[in-house]
């Protein structure tokens, strides 16, 4: 599996502290991403036991059961990621991945039968891909007003309404030596 990126905790993505982790590798590269440096598919493999095994030392360490797992774009390495998923499930009570696949597309089959089954270990989906024009402050967790959030774990519902109505969350974290910001940005205003 190809990761770019993992920092805890972080609360610029989700309700409570959380291990945030990047995938490297998205086609869509939607303009203003937030993340164009996570967009080439060019970091080597990991496997997906060794991620794992790290992912459950920083969550024990740090006490944390609730990830999020953004990108790059996690399905398009959905074999990868229903394998990871397999693996640490039973630690996360609040698992939420991000996709610019819409439920739809994942449902008919686009990312394979790997993604069906992902949707199957998660608990909140965030779909759809960005669109600059539509990022408005409103949209907490969403880039933009055409995401939408999937519960797929309706117990979950209430956590992250909570969280949704104290609005947007940004967080800067120091990481190989480099300023690293997390969270969903303004968009840009046009002078």
Not at 132 to 145: A, H, I, K, W
Request: charged share 30%; net charge negative.
């Amino acid at each position: 599996m190809k990761i770019a990126q993992l920092i805890a905790p972080v609360h610029a993505l989700g309700p409570g502290d959380r291990l945030c982790i990047w995938t490297q590798g998205c086609h869509r590269r939607c303009y203003n991403c937030i993340s164009p440096e996570f967009q080439d598919a060019d970091l080597p493999e990991v496997p997906v036991q060794s991620i794992a095994k790290i992912i459950m030392e920083i969550a024990k360490r740090e006490n944390l059961t609730r990830i999020t797992i953004s990108g790059g774009d996690p399905f398009e390495q959905a074999d990868e990621l229903e394998k990871l998923l397999i693996h640490i499930r039973c630690y996360f009570n609040d698992i939420l991945v991000y996709t610019g696949f819409t439920l739809e597309e994942i449902k008919n089959k686009v990312c394979g039968d790997a993604g069906l089954r992902v949707l199957e270990l998660i608990d909140v989906l965030i779909d759809g891909p960005y669109i600059e024009d539509r990022n408005f402050e409103g949209c907490v967790l969403r880039g933009s007003d055409n995401q939408k959030i999937h519960y797929l774990n309706k117990a979950l519902c209430k956590d992250y309404k909570e969280y949704i109505n104290k609005g947007r969350k940004m967080e800067t974290f120091s990481h190989d030596g480099n300023i690293v910001f997390v969270g969903i940005r303004n968009k840009e205003k046009q002078e």
